[in-house]
T-cell receptor, first 108, second 111 residues
Framework: RKEVEQDPGPFNVPEGATVAFNCTYS??????FFWYRQDCRKEPKLLMS???SGNEDGRFTAQLNRASQYISLLIRDSKLSDSATYLC?????????FGTGTSLTVIP | DTEVTQTPKHLVMGMTNKKSLKCEQH?????MYWYKQKAKKPPELMFV???????INESVPSRFSPECPNSSLLNLHLHALQPEDSALYLC??????????FGPGTRLTVL
């Protein structure tokens, strides 16, 4: 059983659309949760940390449901520049567990 | 300074060569990591150093040998690699329990 499960997509959406990614994790003792963005042939970059109260950064909203062990990322008003792979990452102590990544392509 | 640097950016080596990858961070992070990433796959953990000591080795073949000379530096020594070891090698650091910061990676090709 994988620590972190994520729908790999691909998601192909038109500019301006709203798109949501989901992720589940298996260990209820997991401590911290993150969404990373990875562009083709580049390193992963932190998009946002995810808090139980939910958090928003511009067009991006992240939610954490500890009871259901579920993390989500909502992107509103998609831009062409949002095209990338989005990685759900869960932290336990020194270990970081990665989902398979969800591929997003925003189409003009 | 929130940067992790890695050298070289690209490396081509034969199966009999010995080479080293280098990683550096000056954020005072106590944990440093080596990952291997193949195309269209997530990063795969290789090694974790915590306070300069190897704390996790994910059953990596001995042809990969990590070294942490000090709290800012992390090396990965390569010897007798196989073509299937060709990948993007990512270094990351973390203050512990918080987010990781990744370097730009070394793209390795083994001929």
């Amino acid at each position: 059983r994988k620590e972190v499960e994520q729908d790999p997509g691909p998601f192909n959406v038109p500019e301006g659309a709203t798109v949501a990614f989901n992720c589940t994790y298996s260990n209820s003792a997991s401590q911290s949760f993150f969404w990373y963005r990875q562009d083709c042939r580049k390193e992963p970059k932190l998009l946002m940390s995810v808090y139980s109260s939910g958090n928003e950064d511009g067009r991006f909203t992240a939610q954490l449901n500890r009871a259901s062990q579920y993390i989500s990322l909502l992107i509103r008003d998609s831009k062409l520049s949002d095209s990338a792979t989005y990685l759900c990452v869960v932290n336990e102590g020194n270990q970081f567990y990665f989902g398979t990544g969800t591929s997003l392509t925003v189409i003009p | 300074d929130t940067e992790v640097t890695q050298t070289p950016k690209h490396l081509v080596m034969g199966m009999t060569n010995k080479k080293s990858l280098k990683c550096e961070q000056h954020m005072g992070h106590r944990a440093m990591y080596w990952y291997k990433q193949k195309a269209k796959k997530p990063p795969e953990l290789m090694f974790v150093y915590s306070y300069e000591k190897l704390s996790i080795n994910e059953s990596v073949p001995s042809r990969f040998s990590p070294e942490c000379p000090n709290s800012s530096l992390l090396n990965l020594h390569l010897h007798a690699l196989q073509p299937e070891d060709s990948a993007l090698y990512l270094c990351a650091s973390s203050p512990g329990g918080y987010e990781q910061f990744f370097g730009p990676g070394t793209r390795l090709t083994v001929l």
